[in-house]
């Protein structure tokens, strides 16, 4: 099976974020412990910098790709865009690719072009 967890953790001050952890495992105690262990090695700590705490919102087991597209972890944000740094895949497993779409540099909200318009 496929699970993806979500995550939200808090540095010191009032720094908080949120991140997903995605790995193949045999079933939902075996996740568990897998996201667990990961989270406890130097690699997960560096990559959180600081993280006093992380807390686990859900899992979500996946058990075959969807043949259509499927939201996964929908967020929104009232009011003006916040303050945030980021990095899709941080520690780059093997076999995963990124492709960014926002450009090389920094781009303001009101310059980027949108993907879909409504």
Do not use: C
């Not at 990961?38 to 807390?55: C, H, I, T, W």
């Not at 520690?91 to 779409?101: L, M, Q, S």
């Amino acid at each position: 099976m496929l699970y993806i967890g979500h995550f939200t953790y808090s540095r010191e001050g009032h720094d908080h974020g949120t991140f997903q952890l995605v790995v193949a495992a045999k079933d939902m105690e075996d996740v568990e412990q897998v996201f667990h262990d990961y989270l406890a090695s130097a690699k997960a700590r560096q990559l959180l910098e600081d993280a006093e705490r992380v807390y686990l919102d859900s899992i979500v087991e996946i058990d075959s790709i969807p043949e259509t597209p499927a939201f996964i972890n929908l967020q929104l944000f009232h009011g003006p865009v916040p303050s945030f740094g980021g990095s899709d895949f941080p520690d780059g497993p093997d076999g995963v690719h990124v492709f960014g779409w926002a450009g090389e540099t920094q781009v303001s909200e009101e310059d980027r072009e949108p993907f879909a318009t409504f």
